[in-house]
């Protein structure tokens, strides 16, 4: 029995195959995940039914179990409507579970459009495509190094 929260087989044996800079990205519902996803990615569908799971739940368990350098937001373009409505509600609840797992991290949004880029690159080695309803709800974390 596995002592961590991390408990999925298929997301455990593609992680463990990860290295520092490698890219994990948590999908929002909306996200196309079939399409926009590095050439070396997994995709792993956990949608259960609509909002379960959340990017947030999955955020708090891989963030317990992984070495994490960088977690990006998907940003928000200037000229899209939703932009002028403020930050988006679940980046304050990102923030918090950030916090609460102790790392130094910072949430750091990327533009859309260089979001896929980032997204797309070879490093990035899984999706997670969530049922999370939340506007601009995608995660992509960079993993770090295991120091201890």
């Known amino acids: 029995m596995l002592k961590t929260t991390l408990l999925h087989p298929d997301i455990l044996r593609i992680v463990a195959r990860g290295g520092h800079h490698s890219k994990i990205l948590i999908a929002d519902g909306n996200y196309p995940a079939a399409t926009k996803k590095g050439p070396n990615a997994e995709l ?44 988006p509600p679940v980046w304050a609840e990102y923030r918090d579970i950030i916090a609460e797992s102790g790392e130094k991290l910072t949430l750091e949004p990327v533009l859309k459009w260089d979001f ?19 506007l601009w709800a995608n995660v992509l974390l960079t993993l770090g190094c295991r120091v201890d």
């Not at 896929?116 to 939340?134: F, G, M």
């Open 44 to 87: 792993v569908c956990l949608q259960l039914t609509p909002g379960v799971p959340t990017v947030a739940q999955v955020l708090r368990t891989l963030l317990s179990a992984l070495p994490i350098d960088h977690v990006n937001t998907m940003g928000i373009p200037p000229d899209d409507s939703y932009a002028q409505q403020g930050e």
């Open 116 to 134: 896929y880029q980032h997204v797309e690159s070879p490093d990035h080695i899984l999706t997670i495509q969530t049922a999370d309803q939340s």
